[in-house]
């Protein structure tokens, strides 16, 4: 059975960093990709990262948060630095079965996080 938790969430001020971690258990990710998603109130989950043999961003976050996975720890972490009012959101850490290109949709990721929240205020 596989499981995804989740940890670091919080609150911060603007321009301030958090690290989010997810820890993996019972999936085997070899070349498989897994990703970074969050979802804001009345909003739709938005894929913002993933991360395999490379990694790409969402636009939005792209060169203020960085993704990157610790293999002997089964790990995945999302550093967020300068972060926006507009990044708060419910962040979730998901794990795809695809080896080919990173999943940008939720519909591709089988296995998900509990969601872990952030809130950024002004």
């Known amino acids: 059975q596989v499981q995804l938790v989740e940890s670091g969430g919080g609150s911060v001020q603007a321009g301030g960093s958090l690290r989010l971690s997810c820890t993996a258990s019972g999936y085997r990710r070899s070349s498989s990709w897994m990703g970074w998603f969050r979802q804001a109130p009345g909003k739709e989950r938005e894929a913002i990262a993933c991360?395999?043999?490379?990694?790409r961003y969402a636009d939005s976050v792209q060169g203020r948060f960085t993704a990157s996975l610790d293999n002997a720890k089964n790990t995945l972490y999302l550093q967020m630095n300068s972060l926006k009012p507009e990044d708060a959101a419910m962040y979730y850490c998901a794990a795809s079965l695809r080896v080919d290109d990173c999943p940008l949709w939720a519909s591709q990721y089988p296995y998900w996080g509990q969601g872990t929240q952030v809130t950024v205020s002004s």
């Open positions: 991360i395999s043999w490379r990694t």
